[in-house]
């Protein structure tokens, strides 16, 4: 049934650009040389985008000159699916907004608001230093509210987006660097975030690039997050952003060709950390779905992040489900690949998964028992197959189930039930069917299962049919952290080759790590590559 799941959401859920066509489309210009009172020419540009956004019609494209603008603007215009409004940067030239020394407003605010409006386009700007120490001003870079169609955030760099509150574990101390918030009965439909760079920002208890409530239709593509001191995409349900419960899940998108790189933890207040000396908790995922549903994950690279992939909840009443992770390289996090279920019993179900041709690489930098694939609390009815895992040398540990919390009970801590592996290729330096490492908490204890064998006997697998443990042969034998990822790719003679699944469906249009066609051969290859 997973299986099913993925392919239609694969070929769903890849959103096509409307073409934008008007009879009487107007150019307006905005100059740090115009004023307000210009027409908006070339020759008598506007002063600011806030004017232009104002003026501007169906169609129209304003158009923003080179420079250093110190300006929040609020878009209070709307286009149309055939005649979208679009606000870029002039000719390549680069416009910068820079919020130094300007005081967050109260509440959550931003440097480009666009509120209840649709077909509108943002491209080309760089959005930066909107900070605040004040957990009662929440920054963003740019914010998308209440009911909003076809929004398109292309080619910006959003950076310094800063919440410098100190005091340790005040969750109410929040930025963003883009936030989207579906608050409304009408939903935020048809976003696209593409192409964007979203760097070096401090975030509190918040995330990098946030989809939160009543979010549906979505694409994040291809875009570069890193650095960041908490979560770098999050797709959020059951936080009552949307007032109907119904509604207050984002759902039906696609996160698909990101690079994820540095999100950590360790320096945010809100995780017990200094802001500069660190010393806090390692909690934050490059990629996290925490109560979304309908989402592929795909052809995403992401490395040096406290955790890889999340999927959980984090309220009871939740769960995440329906989630695909394909054709992903997951590799050098500090804890494990990807993680499912809740992180305490207080949390929601992780269900009917499908976590299927992804590489996971040496994950468990800083903690080797955290393992490559991770389970928590309330994680069932999932399947993982076609994958490669590879461990790292000290523990070897490929599954690891870290039920982490001292007021659980036994039957909370219980490892989920109906949780499918399936044609997987394990190794580490040195790992043998012997001495891979498999550890769950089941019939009251922790159990560990030393090697491939003993694991596929306890049933906790699903009998681990066609897995096997070998060396995958990369092209770059054994990648460093960083190497690019062009070295992942299968060398000739890997017993990865045509050895997934044999009744695996792929679509005829589906794509590996490297854009390239996803089945040749006849039978998918385990991982991320298929080899050409």
């Known amino acids: 049934m997973v299986i099913n799941i993925r392919l239609s959401l694969v070929g769903a859920l890849t959103l096509g650009v409307m073409a934008s066509t008007t009879l009487q489309a107007a150019t307006y210009v905005v100059s740090t040389t115009g004023k307000d009172t210009n027409p908006g020419t070339l020759a008598a540009p506007l002063l600011t985008l806030q004017r232009a956004a104002n003026l501007a019609k169906p169609g129209d494209t304003v158009q923003v000159r080179g420079g250093i603008y110190k300006q929040r603007t609020v878009v209070q215009v709307s286009g149309t699916a055939s005649a979208p409004i679009t606000f870029r940067n002039y000719n390549g030239e680069q416009v910068v907004y820079d919020l130094s020394g300007v005081s967050p407003a109260a509440n959550l605010s931003a440097i480009i608001r666009i509120s209840n409006r649709s077909y509108v386009t943002i491209k080309g700007f760089t959005l930066r230093n909107y900070r605040t120490a004040d957990a009662r001003q929440v920054p963003a870079g740019i914010l998308i509210d209440g009911a909003c169609k076809g929004i398109k955030v292309v080619g910006n760099v959003i950076t310094a987006i800063e919440q410098n509150n100190p005091i340790p574990y005040n969750y109410d101390a929040n930025a963003h660097g883009i936030a989207v918030y579906g608050t409304t009965a009408g939903a935020i439909d048809g976003l696209e975030i593409t192409d964007n760079t979203v760097t070096n920002l401090r975030l509190g208890a918040s995330e990098a690039i946030a989809l939160n409530g009543n979010v549906t239709n979505f694409l994040v593509a291809r875009n570069l997050v890193q650095n960041c001191n908490n979560i770098g995409i999050d797709v959020i349900g059951f936080e009552g952003t949307n007032a109907n419960a119904a509604l207050d899940r984002a759902r039906n998108g696609r996160i698909t060709g990101n690079t994820v790189i540095g999100i950590d933890s360790s320096k945010n207040p809100a995780y017990g950390g200094n802001l500069v000396t660190g010393g806090g908790g390692y909690a934050a995922a490059g990629i996290y779905v925490d109560g979304g549903t309908n989402v592929v994950i795909d052809g995403n690279d992401v490395y040096g992040c406290n955790l890889g992939i999340e999927l959980g909840c984090e309220h009871l009443k939740g769960k995440t489900d329906n989630v695909v992770v394909t054709d992903n390289l997951v590799r050098h996090n500090y804890l494990a690949g990807i993680s499912l279920g809740a992180y305490d019993e207080h949390g929601g179900a992780t269900e009917n998964c499908t976590v299927a041709n992804n590489t996971f690489y040496q994950n468990?930098?800083?903690?080797?028992?955290?393992?490559?694939?991770?389970?928590?609390?309330?994680?069932?009815?999932?399947?993982?197959?076609?994958?490669?895992?590879?461990?790292?040398?000290?523990?070897?540990?490929?599954?690891?189930?870290?039920?982490?919390?001292?007021?659980?009970?036994?039957?909370?801590?219980?490892?989920?039930?109906?949780?499918?592996?399936?044609?997987?290729?394990?190794?580490?330096?040195?790992?043998?069917?012997?001495?891979?490492?498999f550890r769950v908490f089941t019939a009251g204890a922790f159990r560990t299962y030393q090697g491939l064998t003993a694991w596929k006997n306890s049933g906790k697998g699903g009998a681990e049919l066609g897995s096997v443990v070998a060396n995958p042969k990369f092209v770059g034998s054994a990648p460093n952290y960083g190497s690019a990822r062009t070295l992942f790719k299968l060398a000739a003679g890997s017993p990865a080759i045509n050895k997934g699944s044999p009744t695996f469906g792929v679509g005829s249009s589906e794509r590996d790590l490297f854009d390239l066609k996803r089945l040749v051969g006849g039978r998918i290859d385990i991982g991320a590559s298929e080899s050409q």
């Open 364 to 437: 468990g930098v800083r903690d080797h028992s955290a393992g490559q694939i991770q389970f928590q609390f309330y994680a069932r009815k999932n399947a993982f197959l076609n994958n490669i895992i590879w461990a790292g040398s000290a523990v070897k540990m490929m599954v690891a189930h870290n039920p982490d919390s001292t007021s659980a009970t036994k039957a909370q801590k219980e490892m989920g039930t109906g949780n499918v592996f399936s044609y997987n290729l394990y190794y580490a330096t040195g790992a043998t069917v012997a001495n891979c490492t």
